[in-house]
């Protein structure tokens, strides 16, 4: 029977496949398909695992102290049962032999429908070796991870080459939650949609959905649970809504709306080297957001004129404490710059902490671990202020970058003059160290994130020393209104029409041009179309969104006309419902 499920919709277009379940803990693990001549080599890794988890247990249980409770004796013994169980390594092994899954992924997918079946078990007691199941599976996951690391490279995971075996549909994932880096294993992955039951339209794992162009639903609260293994899915990222096991006449309409997006991209595609530029002759930069270096390319080809937000968290997160030092850095900083072919890269320093931990955690993970509200915590520059040697060492690697291309420094959430004053320091004590050092780099301007509504209300201050500035509507909105970006219980209240966020962005576009100082917004604001009529009305001309966005901004851009625009902003500005008044203000840019 087809049923649907509610959500958000973060990532547009549509995604049509089957449904892979993964937990939340395991979303990380490696997906991949292995090729038909590496089927045995992949069951042979199982079976190493196997044999070294069963040999680990044993010398625990043998070097077990001799007033060791008999209990803990007994576990060891029940977990080496399972490890021998068919119910386990030897249903894994059918999923190697019948879906050509590496053995990660098969080990979890048998371990995602054997905790369903714990789950529907009557008897408490036997419910709960549900975790011995899961602690037995996590062994097995530490030593194939060990085991050969790097094989998802080794055996092309995109989606492309993994089509290739055993004619296989394509795929989507359903997890309860999916912290950000992880997110950025997507990138790597074989899936082409994915729905989750938590998470806000602006939390970060929406934003690399977006980044990636694939199709998303999140906070679909009871999916994981409503969908089975397998089930076909029809994610359809516009409306926020996953239908399972559609009918064929709904799953036909679907293919149809596929096909349809396809020719829309197409046609928007030949806009890739038309410069923006307004019918009032108006130039308008559009640049491009990126997660990881190796993005710099699809920024490019996607017709950026240069990288506007550079997230380097990614670099860091999901490193087990060990951080990369000055040299990863640069040469990180280095290949994205050296990608740009000369065009500028605005590097943001770290913007750690929020719902971007630096130890791998989901966001509902995080909120349980620490019961403190972690958004209007130790975040982005705050962070890094905590920690200057590190701090020093990025702004190093991002200035030693720049003597490959032009670079930008971008500081996140900037709310204190204190902060600024110490940021600063710390690009000149960087700069005179690399000076010691004889170490080259060019000009770089610095520029502070307007995402903290001090910073817009003292917006003058903030332009006196800063050579420019970027507007991140996402935190902006979260902390004018108040509202948790990463929680799908008050995302309805997320609004980026609120009067008050308007208000804010305008003044900040408008001290800016005024004293002739950069000024963009790299928020997803920037991305939506909705906004573009009003933001180019503002007087903004640089926008920076994720490179798939580009083309329709881009559309916008070049139907606008900003002398109209302008003369009916202040009716959208004054009004109780500026979404409703803008339909009008976009009416009126429209050529005669
Ligand atoms: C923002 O807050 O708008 C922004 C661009 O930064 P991030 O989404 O990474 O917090
Ligand atoms: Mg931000």
Redesign the pocket.
Known sequence: MSIQVFGMPVSRGVAIGRAVLVASSRVDVAHYFVPAERLEHEVARLREARDAVAAELTALKRDLPGDAPAELSALLDVHLMLLHDEALTGATKVWIHERHYNAEWALSAQLEVLARQFDDMEDAYLRERKADVEQVAERLLRYLGRSEPGAAEVLAPAAGGARDFAGEDPLVLVANDVAPADMIQFKRSVFTGFVTDVGGKTSHTAIVARSMDIPAVVGAREASRLIRQDDWLVIDGDAGVVIVNPSPIVLEEYRFRQRQSELERARLNRLRHTPAVTLDGQAVELLANIELPADAAGALEAGAVGVGLFRSEFLFMNRDGDLPDEEEQFEAYRSAVLAMQGLPVTIRTV?IGADKPLDRMSPTELRHEHALNPALGLR?IRWSLSEPGMFRQQLRAILRASAFGKVRILV??VAHLGEIRATLEAVARARQQLDDAGRPYGRVEVGA?I?VPAAALMIDRFLAHFDYVSI?T???I?YTLAIDRADDAVSHLFDPWHPAVLRLIADTIARANACGRGVSVC?EMAGDAAFTDLLLAMGLRSFSMHPARIASIKQRVLRADTRKLAATLEAVMQADDPARESGRLHQGAQPA
């Open positions: 913007d982005a996140p959430m994130m995402e991140g996402n935190d902006l979260q928020g």
